[in-house]
């Protein structure tokens, strides 16, 4: 079955320092890849969408990479925050090209001042 | 403009009863979309919406949960003879007509259900 691993563990970091996030999938090949983040008590905010044929997408202090061959997608925050303290949560189309999205169980990362 | 609303945004009811919850989606986006999340886990899909049709309904899981909209609007999703493990944060997402699906979701806060 269409499976998404994200690191269940929470991730602590310095402030300063690059966050890398992991989303890994099994069985099935995503059209695209979307990484929200969510804070407490809120919805999911969308962050960035990265499509097949990409390799990289970037948007400020944001890194997206999608690797189709090893199913993988890292997501880089560069110079993180104490603001970027959050859960992120990776998303994937459940079937190519489908309006129906696959998410995963979220990263919570946390930035030490 | 006005982003997506949930109401209410906390519900606690006791096991066995019926609750109601609504979801007023951005302006114009014609597709809708109901997940649920529980403690420490992903969003799971319950249903979605293309105006007022359900093309998908595989998520809802059992015949205890519906879901209506009307007008291309407002979204209901009602649970019947709640019980504890329906006790979850259920969440509701629009998004603007494309139907590749590569357009973000727009999420609501959130309606927090708990059963007693």
């Known amino acids: 079955s269409q499976k998404i691993e994200q690191n269940s563990e929470a991730l602590n970091i310095q402030e300063g320092k690059t966050a890398t996030l992991t989303c890994n999938y099994t069985?099935?090949?995503?059209?695209?890849l979307q990484w929200y983040r969510q804070d407490p008590g809120r919805g999911p905010v969308f962050l960035l969408l990265i499509r097949e044929n990409e390799k990289e997408k970037r948007k400020e202090r944001l890194k997206v990479t999608f690797d189709t061959t090893l199913k993988q997608s890292l997501f880089h925050i560069t110079a993180s925050q104490p603001a970027d303290s959050a859960t992120y949560l990776c998303a994937l189309d459940s079937t190519s090209g489908t309006y129906k999205y696959i998410f995963g169980t979220g990263t919570r990362l946390k930035v030490l001042a | 403009g006005a982003g997506v609303s949930q109401s209410p945004s906390n519900k606690v009811t006791e096991k066995g009863k019926d609750v109601e919850l609504r979801c007023d989606p951005i302006s114009g986006h014609t597709a809708l979309y109901w997940y649920r999340q529980s403690l420490g886990q992903g969003l799971e899909f319950l249903i979605y919406f293309q105006g007022n049709s359900a093309p998908d309904k595989s998520g809802l899981p059992s015949d205890r949960f519906s879901a209506e909209r009307t007008g291309g609007s407002v979204s209901t999703l009602t649970i019947q003879r709640t019980q504890q493990e329906d006790s979850a944060v259920y969440l509701c997402?629009?998004?603007?007509?494309?139907?590749?699906?590569?357009?973000?979701?727009?999420f609501g806060p959130g309606t927090r259900l708990t059963v007693l």
């Open positions: 997402a629009s998004r603007p007509r494309d139907l590749r699906g590569y357009n973000e979701q727009f």
């Open positions: 069985n099935y090949s995503p059209a695209y």
